[in-house]
């Protein structure tokens, strides 16, 4: 899949003057730009990949803003014949977590995880790009470039303190090391020297 087909994707479901529509813009560029900074460290990673995954990850927020937006969006891109790309939508709302604790949390319903597990489409690891952009989804908010901490510390301040917020930051923050290993630097630093290149 080509940037310009995940563009066409979300234009597809999504008003041009929405906020999360700018968002999975600037996710999109910041996931490009970590993984153009780790290729050219010598790794092998998908740049194109990276930034369609960073257009598609909250295709789900065209039928609501809660928890289901990450299988929202994973149907919406598999509808579309785009299944692989669509896990990103669901594993970036997951972050670490099973189907079945998934279900306990309200992301989704006991019958979308049997199909699920059935597919076996959610199985495997994360690949290399699936991961920057689950990182460059945490730097990214509604204001631009911020830290994991403060990504988090807001979601706090809006939604309650509930304690999955405490586990997806420490989970996020675990990729964040993952990826500076590679990058041979913290990734909010690399954004914040690039942030023009983002807007």
Same mark, same amino acid.
């Given at each position: ?7 066409a994707l979300l ?9 999360? *529509?700018? !968002?999975? @813009?600037?996710?999109s560029n910041a #996931? =490009? %730009? $970590? +993984? ?26 065209? *039928?609501? !803003?809660? @928890?289901?937006?990450?299988?929202? #969006? =994973? %149907? $919406? +891109? ?10 990103i939508c669901l ?109």
């Open positions: 899949m080509h940037r310009e087909e995940a563009l234009d597809r479901h999504c008003p041009a003057d929405s906020s999360w *529509r700018a !968002h999975c @813009l600037q996710v #996931g =490009y %730009l $970590l +993984a153009e900074r780790i290729s050219q460290r010598g790794h092998a990673v998908d740049v194109e990949q990276a930034a369609v995954l960073g257009l598609l990850h909250d295709l789900g927020r065209s *039928r609501g !803003h809660d @928890l289901r937006h990450g299988v929202e #969006g =994973y %149907l $919406l +891109a598999r509808a579309a014949g785009h299944e692989e790309e669509g896990r594993i970036h709302i997951l972050k670490g977590r099973t189907l079945a604790q998934g279900v306990k949390l309200g992301m989704l319903i006991p019958e979308e995880r049997l199909q699920l597990e059935e597919s076996g489409s959610l199985s495997g690891d994360l690949s290399l790009e699936e991961k920057i952009v689950i990182v460059a989804d945490a730097l990214m908010s509604d204001t631009g470039l911020v830290s994991i901490e403060e990504k988090y510390a807001n979601s706090r301040r809006r939604y309650g303190a509930l304690p999955h917020h405490y586990q997806d930051e420490a989970w996020v923050k675990a990729l964040a090391g993952e990826i500076a290993q590679l990058l041979g630097e913290d990734p909010h630093q690399v954004l914040q020297e690039t942030k023009n290149d983002m807007l």
